[in-house]
């Protein structure tokens, strides 16, 4: 069945805007025949303003651009040695509901960072993952006829200092972390591997092809 079928694209390192262009092109232009995927890729310095983002919670973002998005939260900060992933899914055809899929993909990285016996736990009130009362992980979506966008990011190891250029995720003095501090994945290659074993697992599916770069028609 091709819902069974979970294509999962290595796109390395890439700016931006490009690729969540290519998101939303994939997006409007599929149908109840096209496969779901899922993205991973690091992106260039960048932060990223939700559609209901507030001005006030970009505090100094000195020479890293910021680009308005149509994703849900607030502001956030993507960078070389985090993992991004999109999600890119036909949530009506797997019959998942939005709230469902959030705790999907949360529950996919509580269990991944477990497997480092490191503890960490999801917010009812804040969409993320936390260890401790730091972020690890930030989560934003937006869905369009009944598909899913954009994603989620995992601080695995990077330059954390950028994140004090903003409130992350709105809120003033939210304390960042990343795996690497924690004894988890210490590169993205092994995060992305860890995490889409948990992914797949938490949706249900378990046929998964591998692919380098964009799809062609993109």
Known sequence: MLESVLHIRHLGKQDYESVWHAMQHYTDNRDENSPDEIWIVEHTPVFTQGQAG???????????????????????????GQLVVYPLLDIKRLKVGVRQLVTHIEQSIVNMLKRYDVEAYAKADAPGVYVEERKIASLGLRIRKGCSFHGLALNVDMDMSPFQRIN????????????????GPQTVEEAGKQLIETLSHELGLSNLVHHQGLPESL
Do not use: W
């Open 54 to 80: 507030k001005s006030e919670h970009i505090l100094n973002p000195g020479d890293i651009p910021v680009i308005q998005v149509d994703r849900g939260g607030q502001v956030t900060y993507h960078g070389p």
């Open 168 to 183: 992350p995720c709105g809120y003033a003095g939210m304390e960042m972390i990343q795996c690497k501090q924690l004894g």
